[in-house]
């Protein structure tokens, strides 16, 4: 393991105002966000699409680099020869890709999952670093409800995180760490800021027992947050001051960044939220963002699937990467949306 490439690769992944685009949907929860839209769902629309927010002019002022579906690692840019990860490191965005195969049922565990994928993962990783890849991205999900989180989930996909992040180091790219505790359902922040500090709590543990190198991982958590459900909204106050909180008390001052998903949460929230957190004061870490739908809606809307389209969706994409960029420094303000 070379730490020192490890240790670069991780701090340029979350550079001072700058986050990562999360546009690594897999094939079903692409053809989801397309049928929304009613945009036509095949292979050439998902390049296209993909392809449109790439070349998206001077996305590297606001984005450091971008994390693709496996289909999309192998596409070349819409119009051209050129690899799409080719593409992204000649323009100053650095490849990323998804390498979990996704959450199944937890055996014996009603209403609970665990993230599959490490059969395999060294020799598929060997390809993605061949073909441009310099960080992974893997996602355990976590489900609040009546007496859930159980320990055994937790502890399952915990484990699971750090078999892969050790892996991941061993081929030479950065893991991105991604354990969500979903925001679906009733649960209230309180509720929210347990389950996330014991999760982050074992991540952090099982890191440590597979000997990975903290100060070469990103770690992509969610913020301490009411379930979607929930009848008292946290004020985004306090949601910023819970987040940080339960960051300090369960990650260490090693890791380099940490760069929040958006989790269903609205453009305007996330980017409030990202904002708000990077309000709280001196911190070990940098704190920014790796957004999926906060990044990319407004850009899917405004293309539906027209090519006439692409140069409106880029700009849209453009103007939500500054506002969220500004949220890494904690330079944003709601007024800024009007503009
Ligand atoms: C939680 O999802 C990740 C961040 O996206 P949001 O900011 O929208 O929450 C995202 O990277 C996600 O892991 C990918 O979209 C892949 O999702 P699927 O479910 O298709 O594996």
Not at 24 to 36: H, I, L, Q
Not at 39 to 44: D, G, H, L, M, N
Not at 122 to 132: H, K, N, P, S, T
Not at 207 to 232: D, N, R, T, Y
């Amino acid at each position: 393991m070379n730490k020192q490439q490890l240790e670069t690769t991780a701090q340029a992944m979350v550079a001072k105002g700058k986050g990562i685009l999360a546009m690594d949907e897999s094939t079903g929860t692409c053809a989801k966000r397309f049928a929304k839209q009613g945009i036509e769902f095949s292979f050439e629309s998902r390049r296209a699409y993909r392809s449109l927010l790439v070349t998206t002019p001077k996305l590297s002022d606001h984005i450091a680099g971008a994390i693709l579906f496996d289909e999309t690692i192998r596409q070349q840019v819409t119009g051209s020869d050129t690899p799409i990860p080719e593409y992204m490191a000649a323009h100053g965005i650095i490849p990323g890709i998804k390498v979990d195969m996704g959450a199944k049922p937890l055996a014996g565990h009603p209403g609970e999952v665990v993230t599959e994928g490490l059969d395999g993962l060294r020799e598929r990783l060997a390809e993605y670093r061949e073909m441009g890849a310099r960080f992974a991205k893997w996602r355990a999900v976590i489900t609040i409800g009546d007496e859930l989180p159980t320990p055994a989930c937790i502890q399952a996909n915990a484990h699971a995180l750090a078999r892969y992040a050790a892996l991941v180091q061993d081929a030479g790219l950065v893991p991105i760490v991604e354990p969500e505790v979903l925001m679906d359902g009733r649960h209230t922040i309180e509720q929210c800021y347990v389950v996330t500090a014991v999760t982050l709590h074992t991540v952090f543990a099982e890191l440590f027992q597979q000997g990975v190198h903290l100060e070469g991982i990103v770690l992509k958590p969610s913020m301490v947050i009411a379930g979607k459900e929930c009848p008292q909204r946290a004020a985004p106050e306090q949601v910023a001051a819970e987040t940080v909180r339960c960051l300090r008390n369960h990650v260490p001052a090693a890791v380099p960044g940490i760069a929040f998903l958006s989790g269903g949460q609205t453009d305007a929230e996330a980017t409030r939220h990202l904002s708000l957190i990077n309000q709280q004061g001196h911190l070990p870490w940098a704190l920014t963002f790796s957004y999926g739908r906060a990044l990319q809606q407004e850009a899917l809307a405004a293309w539906d699937g027209r090519e006439a389209n692409i140069p409106t969706a880029q700009a849209a994409l453009y103007r939500r990467a500054g506002l969220v960029g500004a949220a890494a420094t904690g330079n944003y303000s709601p007024e800024m949306e009007e503009r």
